[in-house]
């Protein structure tokens, strides 16, 4: 049974920066994907980036390109998220999640509790 813990969210005014954290255990092999999502009020829950275990390739949304940076700590069975220049539209819960692909994660049933991100202007 996988159990991710996500943390790291938090206020921040427009311009500033946040590192999400989301430690995983019990992941399978199989599962090479972990990443990012979030879901803002009103809103469906979008893909933010990922990464893979193995080789460590990224992935990113258009919008948060240049400005996430997702990285991984194979040791820890950690991932992070480093967050900078932040905007008020970055605000959302921010949740993590495990897969064998990024659409494997997207469709997942299991989703923890998420960390919040608020983004004042």
């Known amino acids: 049974q996988v159990q991710l813990v996500e943390s790291g969210g938090g206020l921040v005014q427009a311009g500033g920066s946040l590192r999400l954290s989301c430690a995983a255990s019990?992941?399978?092999?199989?599962?090479?994907?972990m990443g990012w999502f979030r879901q803002a009020p009103g809103k469906e829950r979008e893909f933010v980036a990922a990464?893979?275990?193995?080789?460590?390739?990224?992935y990113y949304l258009d919008s948060v390109k240049g400005r996430f940076t997702i990285s991984r700590d194979n040791a820890k069975n950690t991932i992070y998220l480093q967050m900078n220049s932040l905007k008020p539209e970055d605000t959302a819960v921010y949740y993590c999640?495990?897969?064998?692909?990024?659409?494997?994660?997207?469709?997942?049933?299991?989703w923890g509790q998420g960390t919040q991100v608020t983004v004042s202007s």
């Open positions: 999640n495990t897969g064998a692909s990024i659409s494997t994660m997207r469709l997942s049933a299991r």
């Open positions: 019990g992941r399978t092999f199989s599962s090479d994907y």
């Open positions: 990464i893979t275990w193995s080789i460590g390739n990224t």
